[in-house]
């Protein structure tokens, strides 16, 4: 049953990787891989429990105040549906109630007209001008902001800025680099660094630091770059601040009100985990409320009800949104199955025999692995199966004394984090954003890897060369303090 729940994954994984040709979902495929592959493990349950928590079982055998519980097939399924199953889908819960905050307040934001001054900013008819405006904003908000709600945020924004098709794949390319670049680098900006946070893997400055530089390197590198395919100037349509008497009333200081207590709520997030060491998903929701409370009193005078309604949030962001948080919950109820199973152990085990024996080496083997999966698998799916080869190491247990490569802040999460996001942008599919940027633009996979995809590649080896480099002084510093 083992090879059968880890074939149902690994197909789940090719659909996955060919969405582009099969044009099946890949959130219905990832909840489809994480059901089933539930469902068989619970009625197979009496082997995997045995083989994989004999200890725990038994404990929970004797629980009983007087008499043992008797062992059936039903005490196995209860035991597995409470002590199994539900850890798995709260750890899935946390991303998810993330993700839905952060993405709403950014529709409230949206819907107030607080990201309207952006539009302002591409008043100009520099070609250059216009691609630096443009990823400089993407790649600051995505690093606050989820990548895909930033992608499609900013694509909506430069559609209907700049009318030729072939300016705005080149623009789109930009923008999606960026927001990925943004986003791997802090754990707020994309799910993979929000699930290593809420694991414990990383704080949220150590983070930031260590991939400052690869993050830039694998941002700055392409865009020089793209630069040079652009134009003297670029056609644009008049910007103009657009109509909200129908929807909202706020002034500008009322909507730079809203804009500061929703960007400065999420900032704001690391500090309220650090002090009350509760779920990161708890700040999201409490700056929601503020936000929430805050835009209903701003517009508490507006009549027109079914105006509000109207949203101008484009149909493919309210369409990608449900879609991200759907297929995060699939793959990550899939992955904690198969691990589950004890498969991923094993493949650990192989992984390591090739490194030395201080696993250096078979780090940067899996760096360089996951990176190159995530060119065509989704790059949440690619780290989280990275993730789960290896549990975080105890500092405190001398049995994890030499690897400290997984200990809290060890190279290996970010060397993951890394690489990921590096290996989503070398043909675009690897990404949530990437699809999105495809559909709306009607861009071609071998378009985008001739005129951006090897820009990122190379951008993206350079980030790894550095953050490799920056890990080798620091271990070599520490030792010779030693």
Request: proline share 2%; net charge neutral.
């Amino acid at each position: 049953m083992t090879l059968v729940i880890l074939a149902i994954l690994i197909l789940a994984y090719i659909l996955i990787a060919t969405e582009n040709i099969t044009k099946v979902n890949r959130a219905a495929v990832a909840i489809f891989a994480g059901t089933v592959g539930w469902v068989l493990y619970i009625c197979f349950g009496m082997d995997f429990v045995t083989s994989e928590h004999s200890s725990d079982y038994s404990r929970y055998l004797n629980l009983g105040m007087w008499n043992e519980i008797e062992s059936t097939s039903t005490t196995v399924k209860y035991f597995i549906a409470r002590n199994i199953f539900l850890p798995y889908v709260g750890r899935a819960a946390e991303i998810v109630l993330f993700l839905l905050a952060t993405m709403t307040i950014v529709e409230i934001l949206n819907n107030n007209g607080c990201f309207d001054f952006i539009r302002q900013l591409l008043r100009t008819r520099s070609a250059k001008k216009m691609l630096w405006i443009l990823a400089a904003v993407t790649f600051v908000i995505s690093a606050n902001l989820d990548n895909l709600t930033t992608t499609v945020m900013m694509l909506t924004m430069m559609h209907g800025v700049i009318p030729n098709r072939r300016q705005r794949m080149v623009y789109g390319g930009a923008i999606l680099l960026s927001a990925n670049c943004g986003g791997a680098l802090t754990v707020i900006g994309n799910p993979e660094g929000l699930v290593m946070w809420n694991m414990g893997a990383v704080t949220a400055t150590h983070y930031f630091l260590s991939l400052l530089l690869p993050c830039l390197a694998a941002w700055l590198i392409p865009l020089l770059m793209m630069q040079r395919m652009l134009p003297e100037r670029v056609e644009t349509e008049w910007i103009a601040m657009p109509y909200r008497g129908d929807d909202t009333r706020l002034n500008v200081w009322q909507r730079l009100l809203m804009l500061f207590v929703g960007i400065g709520g999420l900032w704001f997030i690391p500090t309220f985990h650090n002090i009350t060491k509760l779920s990161p998903f708890l700040g999201a929701l409490c700056v929601l409320g503020v936000l929430w409370i805050v835009n209903e009193i701003f517009n508490r005078k507006l009549m027109n009800m079914d105006a509000m309604a109207d949203r101008r949030t484009p149909r493919v962001f309210q369409y990608g949104v449900v879609q991200m948080i759907l297929f995060v919950m699939g793959i990550m109820l899939a992955i904690g199955v198969v691990k589950e199973t004890g498969a991923f152990d094993d493949f650990a085990t192989l992984l390591n025999s090739v490194g030395m024996d201080d696993k250096r080496p078979g780090v940067l083997l899996h760096g360089v692995l996951a990176g190159i999966i995530s060119t065509v698998l989704d790059n949440f799916a690619t780290a989280m199966n990275f993730f789960s080869l290896h549990d975080l190491a105890n500092v405190n247990d001398p049995s994890f004394s030499m690897l400290t490569d997984y200990h809290t802040n060890g190279i290996y999460w970010q060397m993951i984090a890394y690489c990921v996001m590096a290996g989503g942008n070398v043909l675009g599919i690897g990404t949530i954003s990437g699809l999105a940027l495809m559909k709306m633009e009607r861009m071609h996979m071998g378009w985008y890897f001739r005129n951006i995809g090897w820009k990122a590649l190379m951008g993206g080896v350079i980030g790894l060369a550095i953050l490799w480099l920056s890990h080798i002084l620091v271990a070599g510093a520490a030792n010779l303090i030693i």
